[in-house]
């Protein structure tokens, strides 16, 4: 089974600081990773996804995350982020093989304040 | 660009009532898959279709039935619901089953029940 992990349930940030958005993940099989974000009462968005290949994956919006296999580690991060950045961020698995399901982690609400 | 369509954006029903949600794909999708989203929660796999047929399916009470129609819109029944039925319902679509690749989501239909 999967499983994805966010430790921070709430990141407070002031605008233009560095933040980084943890996520772990555990599986007994090979999977690709994504981010998405979620404002206030809207969908899902993509914000960038690991497939294979380069470790450091660049997104949409100035973020980026890098891949550690050793660490199972998926972090998310953006140099300097802007008060429009504030939202809900999900990291999610999703298996190599016939499994088409994302999983989920449990969120992490971005803070980003004057 | 056309993005996935739900309908309706927002339902209230009362306890042991029927609901029906839609999903229309983006043009040439051919998969569909639904998540639920409890308040502060993370999006919970339900069901997926491809080419009509299920492909995958998750944490679906027996009270929910769906399905995917010729036209490759989606619908997903809901019966006898409960308290606990209150949450956001994503709908998304991929060409293909998602594998490596991505699925858009769509709005969400937010289903209240009294």
């Known amino acids: 089974a999967q499983s994805v992990t966010q430790l921070d349930s709430q990141v407070p940030v002031f605008e233009e600081a560095p933040v980084e958005l943890r996520c772990n993940y555990s599986?007994?099989?090979?999977?690709?990773l994504f981010w998405y974000v979620q404002y206030p009462n809207q969908g899902l968005q993509l914000l960038l996804k690991?497939?294979?290949?380069?470790?450091l994956v660049k997104g949409i919006n100035g973020f980026e995350a890098e891949f550690n296999k050793s660490q199972t580690s998926f972090h998310l991060r953006k140099p300097s982020v802007h008060i429009s950045d504030t939202a809900e961020y999900f990291c999610a698995v999703r298996r190599m093989d016939s499994s088409y399901k994302l999983i989920f982690g449990s969120g992490t609400r971005l803070l980003v304040r004057p | 660009a056309a993005g996935v369509i739900q309908s309706p954006r927002h339902l209230i029903k009362e306890k042991r009532e029927t609901a029906t949600l839609k999903c229309y794909p983006i043009?040439?999708?051919?998969?569909v898959y639904w998540y639920q989203q409890g308040p502060g929660q993370d999006p919970q796999f339900l069901i997926s279709f491809y080419e009509k047929m299920q492909s995958d399916k998750g944490s679906i009470p027996d009270r929910f039935s769906a399905q995917q129609f010729s036209d490759y819109h989606s619908e997903l029944n809901m019966s006898s619901l409960e308290l606990g039925d209150s949450a956001l319902y994503f709908c998304a679509s991929s060409s293909g089953l998602a594998g490596a690749g991505r699925e858009y989501f769509g709005p969400g239909t937010r289903l209240t029940v009294l």
């Open positions: 690991y497939l294979s290949g380069s470790t």
């Open positions: 043009p040439r999708h051919d998969t």
């Open positions: 599986s007994s099989v090979s999977v690709y």
